[in-house]
């Protein structure tokens, strides 16, 4: 990239002109050094300069690993460019080393040629034994495949700060905002906005506020006058062309919460949510708190248990129930949602999907709770399931997991992911004038001319009615125990329960015909390969897609919203195809749905690493395909520890 090449400009502000269309940026340090903010902040200044953009935060799950250990390492990468951005990007070109243990943990991931920007004011003898570094890499010639500009950081904001008469522990916060500056500069972005978000942010602390915003500007200066000899250059990329419209950057649990609050109001309901903390998911409870104003309760539960069974009784009295969690907690509201089924109530069910099973990885992502969603419950217990695609998407899936729960009386699924969760996308804000409202009708008389409400008597769809309770004169009972058809009747018969099962199962199956049929994300309707896709996987399956047609080879791309029900033209449209592979980060568990479904011979590509699928890896499984070798395709996805590294571990 031409960041990274070229002699020495004696200009050090002028900016490059080589026409660089994407950049990945990784802000790495410890736990302590605020790199997710850094990264956020960083975030903010791209979609203002009106670059595409996709993120990927990676932390430990540790509350606090020791300071400058392996373990402790968080990062914040972004890829961001003047094209359609639909990753975080594969390898970074630049990597922003806060220390040695940052270095050494993320600097694998870095392309060849690439930029490390490192402090030397940490580089000392303690931080690198607890690295586990025997010589400073910055001396030792193993650093010499990438471009290094190496300078004490550290020292650098002491300077900057020092005027503010800050302690030696609080000015060396200020390292991130140094460092964002430099960052700044170096990609032609305005202090301005970040400058106004630390006024807002320390409002109640102007010195704090004055400090870090003089760390801002003198890291921006560095990059202006410093008489540097190695690779640092300026570069300024253009905006991708978008449509008119008001746009923000969005995080997947941002896009959820205001897509369920979207979806209540187009139903005419007020909302309750029931909550219990867990990562990834509690961030949906922090952004919905903040929404009282469109009719939004919320409630944090003393767990899981509890936070479902109010979520199932205010849908009970009339509001839409909304609960999330990820896949621990999920398990445990397995019950609960059998008497949402049960009882046929509208109820959502938010699932930020994390590896697994049991506490697993907490912080990392998966996609392996797509059995659980489909088939985890006791007893033969059917319910939608939508898997949102990206943090913007997630938006829509909101807003379709509302009505469908609430125009079919069901409980719904939403499944996204912590890479969805936590990363963010620019998102067109739509015009809520385009979204068709799905107002839902109480029953409000009888439905039995003999007199006594009937509230399990069914429409042609194979729906109950919702009755209010306290309308007057439709007093009825239901619960988790079989009911007789139509009154709701406690009744254990063989042939009610038969027709009652019978029945659930047919309501939700009819879900597919309220839903879009499927279509081709890229490529054709038919032919030599599909890649069929759910969920995160979107990005990456779409550029590999992309760039295999671009060398002339018949692949398309499928992603699917609606998990169960199926749409109901998918499978003719994967008959259209000599073969299919599915990539998922998990061990295979759309693929055996698709082969039950539609006996399709569905190939597995799989991937439990923790870490998201890079474009190279599906784009090699592709290239499989076509190398007229037989047998060779498919399989799992090597763990690639320059992606996601993990730290090392020592043997005892």
Known sequence: MAILAGEHDTDASAVETSPVEAVVVRFAGDSGDGMQLTGGQFTLSTALAGNDLATFP????????PQGTLFGVSAFQINFGSQEITTAGDAPDVLVA??????????????????????????????????????????????AKWDVLAFDISALTLEAVKPFGLGNKEALRCKNMWTLGLA??????????????????????????????????????????????????????????TEPGLYRTVTGAEAVSLGLVAGAQLAGLPMFFGGYPITPASAVLHHLVKMKEFGVTTFQAEDEIA????????????????????????????????????????????????????????????????????YGRNGDAPLPVIAARSPADAFECAIEACRIATQFMTPVILLTDGYIANASEPW????????????????????????????????????????????????????????????????????????????????????????????????????KLAVVGWGSTFGPIHQAVRRAR?????????????????????????????????????TGQFKTVLRDHFLVDAVP????????????????????????????????????????PAPEIEKP
Not at 191 to 220: Q, S, T
Not at 432 to 453: A, D, I, R, S
Not at 554 to 572: F, K, T
Request: aromatic share 6%.
């Open 58 to 65: 990676d932390f430990p799950a540790e509350i606090r690993a």
């Open 98 to 143: 806060m220390n040695p243990a940052a270095l050494k943990v993320n600097v694998g991931a870095l392309k060849p040629g690439g930029l490390v920007i490192a402090d030397t004011g940490e580089f000392n003898k303690r931080n690198l034994e607890k690295a586990k570094y025997a010589e400073n890499p910055l001396e030792d010639g193993s650093l």
């Open 184 to 241: 700044l500069w170096m990609f032609d972005r305005d202090r301005r906005p970040l400058v106004d978000w630390l006024h807002a942010k320390f409002a109640k602390a102007p010195v704090l506020a004055e400090a870090n915003i003089a760390a801002l500007n003198a890291g921006h200066a560095y990059g202006e006058t410093a008489e540097l000899t190695g690779p640092l250059r300026k570069l300024h990329i253009d905006p991708v062309p």
């Open 307 to 374: 936070a479902i069974c109010a979520a199932i009784g205010a849908s009970y009295a009339g509001q839409l129930g909304v609960t999330s969690s990820s896949g621990p907690g999920i398990a445990l509201k397995g019950e609960a949602m059998g008497l949402a089924i049960m009882t046929e109530l509208p109820l959502v069910i938010v699932n930020s999907q994390r590896g697994g099973p049991s506490t697993g990885l907490p912080t990392k992502t998966e996609q392996s709770d797509l059995y659980q969603a489909v």
């Open 428 to 527: 067109k804000v739509p015009d809520p004038g385009g979204f068709t409202p799905f107002p839902v009708e109480f029953l409000t008389e009888t439905n039995n001319p003999e007199g006594k409400p009937l509230p399990f008597r069914r429409d042609r769809r194979g729906v109950r009615p919702w009755i209010r309770p306290g309308t007057p004169g439709l007093m009825h009972r239901i619960g988790g125990i079989e009911k007789a058809v139509d009154t709701g009747n406690i009744d254990y018969a063989p042939d009610v329960h038969q027709a009652q099962t019978d029945a659930r199962k047919a309501k939700v199956d009819a879900v597919a015909d309220a839903v879009p049929p499927q279509e081709v994300a890229l490529g054709a309707a038919s032919g």
């Open 550 to 586: 671009r060398k002339g080879l018949d692949v398309s791309h499928i992603h699917v919203r609606h998990i169960w029900p199926l749409p109901r033209n998918l499978g003719e449209m994967l008959a259209g195809f000599e073969q299919v592979v599915v990539p998922e980060m998990n």
């Open 605 to 644: 590509l799989s991937k439990t690493s923790g870490q998201p699928f890079a474009i190279a890896e599906i784009e090699a499984a592709i290239a499989t395909f076509f190398d007229a070798v037989p047998g060779n395709e498919g399989g799992e996805v090597s763990v690639n520890e320059t992606q996601l």
